[in-house]
């Protein structure tokens, strides 16, 4: 009868043991022989020795060559010695479970003491842990080891257990480790970046493990523990590698996550800036920016205790990053209002410009824009909130002023912050600047005045549509600011540098409330521009273009025009188009010639247009 596999499987590891007898046989009778030569040897050389009456112990007539032969020979029985009981262990231990709690529970302090061997190695229990880690196992295997007694601080490729699972986020294994009595400052070793010389703390903050952080500093973990480098301002510690890992969020802060976690965060990284040696907090730079621990809370919410900590620890406040942003900036940028103040308290420099030539005052007028890549989607959606942004630049720009802050003080574009308040349509702004001293009559590289930057509000197709109520705010705050412009001696009549009025451009863009609130502060109705046409002309080319557009929008067969036709109903924007125009020709007077006022419209004209060629 043939025989089955499984009979063969037995036959095959009878022939294994009978292998490893021969093996060890073998190995016995060349480690006999090697003995006996080497002790042959030694006598001749005694022998030697004996003749020149020189009296040499024993062991020092061995050859330094012998003597390594013998630990290469050790060395490779330790070796074959682990290899196959290893191999050996991993195989039966699959067959293999061994239950001790009914032993445990008869026998009362036998599980310390056996546990106090800690017979499971390094090797085997990371071994259990990573196939835990991989869902080989359940983990079964790993609290076993962990109940016999393992090497929990062992390293294999320089990680302890506990480093391996803090970085899989394990948080079973990890409370099992820790209550173990592992070592949570050990630091790995002979790892490439980023984890050379991470602790377990490191690692849980770089993965964004905040809550098994939480864990391992309230058990012991020291955050003062890292790996020295020559250069100061580049040693990781738990603190770094915390405040890298919120910057890894989207938008580099908090917000993504849910309020608990948000809280947890802060906490433990408060925690960790205490902890953390003053000299290190104060040198630090993180990421590619190279940036303070400052730079780092003035881009998040409800960080001002962190932040106090970081200047107790002294931290430069004026610390510029390698785009030239000072923290003043960016939590100007970020609307952060309590961290400006805390930072003008400390000795911010609020004269100070960034790579665009902007000041904290142009900054928070232009509404954080300045800052570009640095405002967040949060800040972002702010835009769309303009009590919110109101309120927070507000509330800033007096901090600013109250410190001494240059409120006619240029900067991009030799804009100053009126210039930058008015394009932002920020009416509390341009009233707060505007009283503390905002000349309306300065203006930036290229001839604009601070009343110029009305006219991206003045057309209003020259952004999105927009619905009625949102036109209507936008109405209310054009008609706001202009009052307030034209109130501090702007000239609404004046021609901007291509040479329009701001009448002109109300009346071309077919937006009836814009005419009528510029009508109602003085601008001429019939004054010239720089093309020697009216705004009444320009409203009536726009009549002309929205007949043709219109029709050629929303008409596409004979049928279509013949039953509008019968409506009677006039087009709305042909209609509004109109009422400018009646409301311009009502307030022109009759006696003004087109000469004198081509002479008033050039008196008023502080530039002319450098595209214009004449007319």
């Given at each position: 009868m043939a025989e089955g596999p499984e009979s063969d499987v037995f036959a095959r590891l009878d022939r294994l043991k009978s292998s490893l007898s021969r093996i060890v046989e073998n190995g016995q009778t060349r480690i006999d022989m090697l003995s006996k030569l080497i002790k042959a040897k030694q006598d001749e050389r005694k022998r030697e020795l004996e003749t020149t009456a020189t009296v040499i112990p024993p062991a020092d007539l061995l050859t330094e060559k012998e003597l390594q032969a013998v630990e290469k020979l050790e060395l490779a029985v330790r070796q074959l010695h682990h290899s196959i009981l290893g191999q050996m262990d991993e195989h039966v231990g699959q067959y293999y479970k061994m239950d001790l709690s009914p032993l445990f529970r008869m026998t009362p302090g036998l599980r310390e003491v056996l546990r106090s061997f800690r017979a499971v190695s390094e090797l085997a229990l990371q071994k259990e842990l990573c196939d835990w880690i991989s869902r080989k196992s359940n983990g079964d295997g790993f609290r076993l080891c962990m109940k016999v007694g393992a090497l929990v601080d062992g390293l294999v490729d320089g990680k302890t257990a506990l480093h391996r699972a803090?970085?899989?986020?394990?948080?079973?294994?990890?409370?099992?480790?820790?209550?173990?009595?592992?070592?949570?400052?050990?630091?790995?070793?002979?790892?490439p970046s980023p984890y050379f010389g991470f602790t377990a703390l490191m690692i849980a903050c770089h993965k964004h493990q905040w809550h098994m952080a939480k864990l391992l500093l309230q058990k012991g973990a020291r955050p003062d523990q890292f790996l020295p480098t020559d250069i100061i301002s580049e040693t990781q510690t738990a603190l770094s590698s915390a405040c890298l890992a919120v910057q890894s969020y989207p938008d580099g802060d908090l917000t993504s996550l849910d309020p608990l976690t948000q809280s947890a965060v802060r906490d433990l990284i408060e925690q960790l800036v205490v902890q953390t040696p003053r000299e290190v907090v104060e040198c630090t730079r993180l990421g590619a920016y190279s940036e303070s621990f400052l730079h780092f809370a003035a881009r998040q919410k409800d960080m001002e205790d962190f932040a106090l900590a970081c200047l107790a620890a002294g931290v430069d406040v004026n610390a510029p990053n390698k785009d030239g942003d000072r923290p003043l900036l960016i939590a100007v940028g970020r609307r952060n209002v309590n961290l400006v103040a805390l930072f003008l308290e400390h000795g911010a420099d609020f004269h100070v410009h960034n790579r665009w030539d902007d000041s904290a005052l142009h900054i928070l007028a232009g509404g954080g824009w300045e800052l570009g890549w640095q405002s967040s989607e949060r800040e972002a959606m702010e835009e769309n909130d303009p009590e919110e942004r109101e309120a927070k630049a507000f509330e800033m720009a007096k901090l600013l002023l109250d410190k001494g802050a240059n409120v006619n003080l240029q900067g991009g574009s030799g804009y100053?912050?009126?210039?930058?308040?008015?394009?932002?349509?920020?009416?509390?702004?341009?009233?707060?600047?505007?009283?503390?001293?905002?000349?309306?009559?300065?203006?930036?590289?290229?001839?604009?005045?601070?009343?110029?930057?009305?006219?991206?509000?003045?057309?209003?197709?020259?952004?999105?549509?927009?619905?009625?109520?949102?036109?209507?705010?936008?109405?209310?705050?054009?008609?706001?600011?202009?009052?307030?412009?034209?109130?501090?001696?702007?000239?609404?009549?004046?021609?901007?540098?291509?040479?329009?009025?701001?009448?002109?451009?109300?009346?071309?863009?077919?937006?009836?409330?814009?005419?009528?609130?510029?009508?109602s502060v003085g601008a001429d109705p019939i004054a010239f521009d720089y093309w020697m046409r009216k705004p009444g002309q320009l409203t009536m080319c726009l009549m002309m273009r929205l007949d043709d557009q219109w029709f050629r929008e929303n008409f596409c067969c004979e049928a279509c025009l013949e039953k509008w036709e019968e409506s009677g109903e006039e087009i709305p924007e042909i209609k509004d188009a109109r009422q400018i125009l009646h409301a311009i020709n009502s307030h022109a007077a009759p006696s003004h010639t087109a000469s004198s006022h081509a002479a008033a419209s050039s008196s008023h004209w502080h530039a002319a247009p450098s595209h214009a060629s004449g007319g």
């Amino acid at each position: 009868m043939a025989e089955g596999p499984e009979s063969d499987v037995f036959a095959r590891l009878d022939r294994l043991k009978s292998s490893l007898s021969r093996i060890v046989e073998n190995g016995q009778t060349r480690i006999d022989m090697l003995s006996k030569l080497i002790k042959a040897k030694q006598d001749e050389r005694k022998r030697e020795l004996e003749t020149t009456a020189t009296v040499i112990p024993p062991a020092d007539l061995l050859t330094e060559k012998e003597l390594q032969a013998v630990e290469k020979l050790e060395l490779a029985v330790r070796q074959l010695h682990h290899s196959i009981l290893g191999q050996m262990d991993e195989h039966v231990g699959q067959y293999y479970k061994m239950d001790l709690s009914p032993l445990f529970r008869m026998t009362p302090g036998l599980r310390e003491v056996l546990r106090s061997f800690r017979a499971v190695s390094e090797l085997a229990l990371q071994k259990e842990l990573c196939d835990w880690i991989s869902r080989k196992s359940n983990g079964d295997g790993f609290r076993l080891c962990m109940k016999v007694g393992a090497l929990v601080d062992g390293l294999v490729d320089g990680k302890t257990a506990l480093h391996r699972a803090v970085s899989a986020g394990l948080i079973e294994a990890v409370e099992m480790l820790v209550s173990d009595g592992a070592d949570l400052n050990i630091i790995q070793s002979s790892l490439p970046s980023p984890y050379f010389g991470f602790t377990a703390l490191m690692i849980a903050c770089h993965k964004h493990q905040w809550h098994m952080a939480k864990l391992l500093l309230q058990k012991g973990a020291r955050p003062d523990q890292f790996l020295p480098t020559d250069i100061i301002s580049e040693t990781q510690t738990a603190l770094s590698s915390a405040c890298l890992a919120v910057q890894s969020y989207p938008d580099g802060d908090l917000t993504s996550l849910d309020p608990l976690t948000q809280s947890a965060v802060r906490d433990l990284i408060e925690q960790l800036v205490v902890q953390t040696p003053r000299e290190v907090v104060e040198c630090t730079r993180l990421g590619a920016y190279s940036e303070s621990f400052l730079h780092f809370a003035a881009r998040q919410k409800d960080m001002e205790d962190f932040a106090l900590a970081c200047l107790a620890a002294g931290v430069d406040v004026n610390a510029p990053n390698k785009d030239g942003d000072r923290p003043l900036l960016i939590a100007v940028g970020r609307r952060n209002v309590n961290l400006v103040a805390l930072f003008l308290e400390h000795g911010a420099d609020f004269h100070v410009h960034n790579r665009w030539d902007d000041s904290a005052l142009h900054i928070l007028a232009g509404g954080g824009w300045e800052l570009g890549w640095q405002s967040s989607e949060r800040e972002a959606m702010e835009e769309n909130d303009p009590e919110e942004r109101e309120a927070k630049a507000f509330e800033m720009a007096k901090l600013l002023l109250d410190k001494g802050a240059n409120v006619n003080l240029q900067g991009g574009s030799g804009y100053t912050a009126l210039h930058l308040a008015v394009e932002s349509w920020n009416v509390r702004l341009v009233a707060l600047l505007l009283q503390r001293g905002a000349s309306v009559c300065v203006q930036s590289e290229k001839g604009y005045r601070p009343i110029d930057c009305l006219r991206p509000l003045a057309n209003k197709w020259s952004g999105n549509v927009v619905d009625e109520d949102t036109e209507a705010v936008l109405n209310n705050r054009f008609d706001s600011i202009l009052k307030l412009l034209c109130a501090h001696g702007a000239n609404v009549n004046a021609w901007d540098p291509n040479g329009t009025t701001l009448l002109h451009q109300a009346g071309q863009s077919n937006s009836l409330d814009r005419v009528e609130s510029l009508l109602s502060v003085g601008a001429d109705p019939i004054a010239f521009d720089y093309w020697m046409r009216k705004p009444g002309q320009l409203t009536m080319c726009l009549m002309m273009r929205l007949d043709d557009q219109w029709f050629r929008e929303n008409f596409c067969c004979e049928a279509c025009l013949e039953k509008w036709e019968e409506s009677g109903e006039e087009i709305p924007e042909i209609k509004d188009a109109r009422q400018i125009l009646h409301a311009i020709n009502s307030h022109a007077a009759p006696s003004h010639t087109a000469s004198s006022h081509a002479a008033a419209s050039s008196s008023h004209w502080h530039a002319a247009p450098s595209h214009a060629s004449g007319g």
